[in-house]
């Protein structure tokens, strides 16, 4: 397993831009597929995006299509959020999460995760 630090939540007024992190250690981190999942009080949490171990493939769940990137710099072993356009039902805690080589939308099949940071959005 990769051990995993996300940063970068905060508080953000609608329409607008923020960007987290996760900072992985411990294993070959570009030989990892990405996830960022997101999960409301009360709510099961649910799949926002992921990339592949190479970058070269990428998911996106349809409620953030056009407005989310998952970028990431193997050589910082870094993965990014990029939120664009945010909306108020985007607030949530958002999940880092790694697998080896392939990524898939599924949470089981996560075996990396990280505690978590709190985005807000004002409307």
């Known amino acids: 397993q990769v051990q995993l630090v996300e940063s970068g939540g905060g508080l953000v007024q609608a329409g607008g831009s923020l960007r987290l992190s996760c900072t992985a250690s411990g294993r070959p981190f570009s030989t990892y597929a990405m996830a960022w999942f997101r999960q409301a009080p009360g709510k099961e949490r649910e799949f926002v995006t992921a990339i592949s171990w190479t970058g070269g493939n990428t998911d996106y769940a349809d409620s953030v299509k056009g407005r989310f990137t998952i970028p990431r710099d193997n050589a910082k072993n870094k993965v990014y959020l990029q939120m664009n356009s945010l909306k108020p039902e985007d607030a949530d805690v958002y999940y880092c999460?790694?697998?080896?080589?392939?990524?898939?939308?599924?949470?089981?099949?996560?075996?990396?995760w990280g505690k978590g940071t709190q985005v807000t959005v004002s409307s």
């Open positions: 999460a790694a697998r080896r080589w392939i990524a898939t939308m599924a949470e089981y099949q996560y075996d990396s």
